[in-house]
């Protein structure tokens, strides 16, 4: 048994998830091989329209890299954060051309579900590329969870109200919506 | 709109997404590493230290030592109890509670604790999962094109009142709201029902039913046989998921089959650690503390891309 013990080394390697990952090279040939893909087939439906191919493709890099690439240093997550911040502010510049287009303001339902789209859209997806914003419990990201949570209400109310539900029927679909924004926007344990 | 505008625009949230983050990330702090190798080296085995203690150690003072713990304490390394802090093991994947909970009934250094994870990796959650995302995804790619009408449909139901698009849109963000509620939930019920902790000297600790304190216990003595099990779904969940996970059987002396705990984090880490409880064998944990503390709490520097070994 001694022997055994003065034998067996343990192999604590500098970043364990590599030994359950893809090689390196391999992650970021898989990601460029499917930015390929997505590239053809754009190419195939979206040729006329420039604008919605590449808002897709924004879309649909952001959502595969941090589940392709999962090398963990500085520079992936900036790499990340920059994306994220591609994609939203694109993402944003349509919903706002799609309402410019929209009559009646914000007496249009399609402005409030746009907006609650925002919302949800961009909190969710800086959570699946930041990681660490998902599970950091700090005053602050508590107090930005509940501001987002303030406007969802009020976005929720009017879009309730604007489909004709009467005001107890808007109260309690805009609470219950809002509750369940704030459930899965606020800080969670990793496991 | 001109396409340029949207090219600005994501070269625009680039750089300011980018440049904040760049801005604002610590990229080295050395007092929060130089707190962590000494409570490393000194205090694991979950020994208790106070802030004063710990400031005339370090000589430090207590303001900067006390907002350090309270970084530690947010990354999982560090735990407030009464009378001061211990040093969480960094293989322990727990709430804080249940890691009390775990230190209270085992009386003994938990050195590993996680809960088993069915949910991460069970085919039928993640097609019900896959489901509920790609339903409106469909939609979606269907209104855009107005595939069999459905763009029109949607208009004249809504009298006209609604874009497609945007209601497609619209429901994506719900099925998105609804995917991460449905995550939520199963994380609380895995909590509530499936954990399993490795003491020093207690060996494997485990819930056997929901309303289990973890009766089930598997004494260092009686393991004959540790062996990992890692099936298709679990290994696509370890290459593409958050968490690695994957089956580890404990086989042992007088029983026929193995005690079989499903969908664990870190597996092979799991199976080191019964294999160096059953020979007695702990060394590698204070030799390597400071890089599993490092990774644990993804404190930079640990994090590099270079193949050289870390000596």
């Not at chain 2, 304490?73 to 804080?96: C, H, W």
């Not at chain 2, 250094?109 to 949910?119: E, S």
Request: proline fraction near 4%.
């Amino acid at each position: 048994m001694s022997s055994e013990a003065e034998e067996l080394k343990i192999e604590i390697r500098e970043r364990f998830e590599d030994a359950y990952r893809l090689p390196v090279n391999a992650q970021i040939s898989l990601y460029i091989f499917l930015e390929l893909v997505v590239i053809g087939v754009l190419y195939n439906f979206y040729s006329g329209n420039l604008v919605e191919a590449f808002l897709i493709f924004l879309f649909v890099s952001s959502v595969l890299y941090p589940v392709i690439i999962k090398v963990r240093n500085f520079y992936t997550e900036l790499i990340a954060l920059s994306l994220y911040g591609a994609t939203i502010f694109s993402v944003a510049l349509y919903i706002f051309e799609l309402l410019l287009m929209t009559e009646g303001g914000t007496s249009n339902p399609n402005v409030w579900m746009a907006i609650i789209f925002l919302l949800i859209f961009g909190v969710e997806l800086f959570h699946h590329m930041y990681e660490k914003a998902r599970v950091l419990k700090t005053k602050w990201v508590y107090i930005v969870d509940l501001v987002l949570s303030i406007f969802f209400f009020y976005a929720a109310y009017n879009l309730f109200s604007l489909i004709g539900a009467d005001i107890m029927w808007t109260l309690v679909l805009s609470s219950i919506s809002t509750l369940m924004f704030f459930f899965a926007i606020k800080p969670e344990a990793p496991f | 709109m001109d396409p340029i505008f949207y090219f600005l625009a994501a070269i625009i949230g680039a750089v300011i997404f980018g440049a904040t983050y760049y801005f604002t990330r610590k990229r080295q702090d050395p007092i929060l590493i130089k707190i962590l190798e000494h409570l490393t080296r000194f205090y694991l085995d979950e020994k208790k230290f106070t802030l004063k203690k710990l400031s005339e150690e370090l000589q430090l003072p207590e303001d900067v030592i006390e907002k350090a713990l309270v970084k530690l304490e947010k990354a999982g390394l560090v735990m407030r109890i009464s009378g001061g802090y211990v040093l969480v093991d960094p293989l322990v994947f727990l709430t804080p509670q249940d890691y009390e909970r775990a230190i209270r009934l085992s009386k003994d250094n938990i050195i590993y604790g996680a809960y088993q994870l069915f949910y991460l990796a069970h085919p039928l959650i993640i097609v019900i999962q896959a489901a509920i995302l790609l339903i409106p995804v469909i939609l979606l790619f269907l209104v855009a094109f107005n595939f069999y009408g459905i763009a029109d449909m949607i208009r004249n139901f809504f009298g006209g009142q609604v874009d497609p698009i945007i209601f497609s849109l619209f429901l994506l963000a719900i099925s998105i709201l609804l995917l991460d509620i449905i995550n939520n939930f199963l994380k609380m019920y895995t909590r509530e029902k499936y954990s399993v902790v490795v003491g020093f000297h207690a060996g494997i600790l485990y819930d056997t039913n929901p309303s289990d304190e973890l009766s089930g216990r598997i004494t260092r003595g009686s393991i004959s046989r540790v062996d990992i099990d890692i099936n298709w779904s679990q290994k696509l969940n370890n290459l593409f998921g958050t968490i690695p996970v994957g089956d580890v059987e404990v086989w042992v002396h007088g029983r026929k089959t193995p005690i079989v705990f499903k969908s664990l984090p870190y597996p092979r880490e799991l199976y080191s650690v019964i294999r160096s409880i059953q020979l007695g064998s702990l060394q590698w944990r204070k030799r390597h503390a400071r890089e599993l503390a490092l990774w644990r709490g993804r404190i930079y520097p640990f994090y590099t891309y270079s193949k050289r070994r870390r000596k």
